[in-house]
């Protein structure tokens, strides 16, 4: 039987929380911690360190749920590594790709800490963590997903949503697309307008429902 990790990397764009973690992590054992405050610095600190756990934040500046695609590099690079998602966003849509995308458990940000130091034992020992609340919603979203064509969008549209849900930048969609950036902002604005989406977070809560 494979001896837990003792090796970590945290990932998030806030010093206190990363701070926070360190001290939980210290207390439990964890004699290796590495931290990053961006998505590059998170893959490049994992790509050297190869740490058997890494924590995850889903959301870092205004580049919408971009942990999700540092979830996914993450998992095509190490298949055994361990991955605890730890978000503000209690969407089941996003709590469901966070799983899809390779973690191995999710745990909201406002989560008392016993919870917390619970997920990431039952993930560090092999497992999966879910509470009972969030697994719920996560089953009945899987039985009422809707598709996109209910709402009429255009190839264009449909493309530009399907990298919000990939967790890309306005500025990253941009680059991919060779569009001009407010070309990119209009079309957003178009697709919200079509959903009914009034925020970010609730288009790419309607990405993850559209988009499968």
Same mark, same amino acid.
């Given at each position: 039987m494979r001896e837990p990790p003792t090796s970590i990397l945290i990932a998030d764009d806030h010093p206190v929380i990363l701070r926070g973690f360190r001290t939980l992590m210290e207390d439990v054992g964890i004699d290796t911690i590495h931290e990053a405050t961006t998505i590059v610095e998170a893959y490049r600190a994992f790509y050297r360190q190869r740490p058997g756990i890494v924590i995850a934040d889903l959301t870092f500046g205004e580049h919408g749920v971009s942990g999700l695609s540092l &979830?996914?590099? &993450?998992r095509d690079l190490e298949r055994r590594t361990?991955?605890?998602?730890?978000? /503000?966003?209690?969407?089941?849509t996003i709590v469901?790709?966070?799983?899809? $995308?390779?973690?191995?458990?999710?745990?909201?940000?406002d989560a008392p800490a016993a919870e917390f130091l619970r997920a990431f034992d039952q993930v560090r $020992?092999?497992?999966?963590?879910?509470?009972?609340?969030?697994?719920?919603?996560?089953? /009945?979203?899987?039985?009422?997903?809707?598709?996109?064509?209910?709402?009429?969008?255009?190839?264009?549209?449909?493309?530009?949503l399907?990298? &919000?849900k990939e967790g890309d930048s306005y500025q990253t969609i941009s680059d991919k697309l060779s569009m001009k950036y407010k070309t990119v902002v209009n079309i957003i604005s178009a697709i919200r307008r079509k959903s009914g989406t009034h $925020?970010?977070?609730?288009?790419?809560?309607?990405? /993850?429902k559209a988009i499968r």
């Open positions: &979830i996914r590099r &993450i361990r991955i605890l998602a730890f978000s /503000m966003h209690d969407d089941p469901a790709r966070a799983l899809e $995308s390779g973690a191995c458990g999710y745990v909201l940000k $020992s092999g497992g999966n963590y879910l509470n009972h609340d969030l697994a719920l919603r996560v089953a /009945m979203l899987n039985a009422t997903a809707h598709r996109s064509t209910a709402v009429n969008l255009t190839e264009r549209e449909l493309h530009v399907t990298l &919000i $925020s970010f977070a609730e288009l790419v809560s309607f990405s /993850m």
